[in-house]
């Protein structure tokens, strides 16, 4: 806007300059000046506000809906580790039709998790990690979309947290990548390990300690995100 008024000044005094130079008559030449001047910032001023108003009315919209898909995204992230952890919304009641009711409750079981990580991974099945690991690959994949679209449209504070999570993420799902099946099959089901069954076993105990450390930092970074974008 400033650079514009500037022009038209530069443009103005130059036509004035030129005015003077083939003899014009100064009064003449003052008066339309000047109202060449107000009525060019007018104008100006005018089709700026409506374009600056048509552009902020376009970007509320695609905020909107940005806020919405990060809202998915993160109530995904949450169901998708606290399902298989056995952290489940069945039994609670909550009126499918409120999302502030839906969020608070998903927001409420995610802290729940968090609070009994430890115990909850401890009493997890074959059966359970099998659905994590699913769930997994479906994260990893929402985790790198999200990235890829968003990473020119969040403020610098938002995509940060995403990228945080993205990262902290990808180090839990590379290690248990290490030995997915020391969680997902049953002891008669390990592959052979040369030094032993009991290295299996000691293993498998390094692993999950990793996992409960790890774990507790991604979700903390979720919940932190969740609280961001609301």
Known sequence: MKLIIAIIFIICFAFLGYFFYIGLDPKDIGLNFIIEIIGALITVFVIQKILTNREAKKWK???SVMNQELGLLTNKLRSHFREPMNISIKGHKFNIDNKNEIEELQAKLFNDLIQNLDLCIEKMTEKNWKSLELNLTILKQDLYEAVIIYQNLLPGQIFGKLLRIKSLFNIFYEQFGIAPFLFTASKDHWSTNIFGEEQSKIIRMSLE?????????LFNEIKGFGKLIK
């Open 61 to 63: 919209e695609a905020e």
């Open 209 to 217: 300690a990793s996992f409960k450390k790890d774990l507790k930092v």
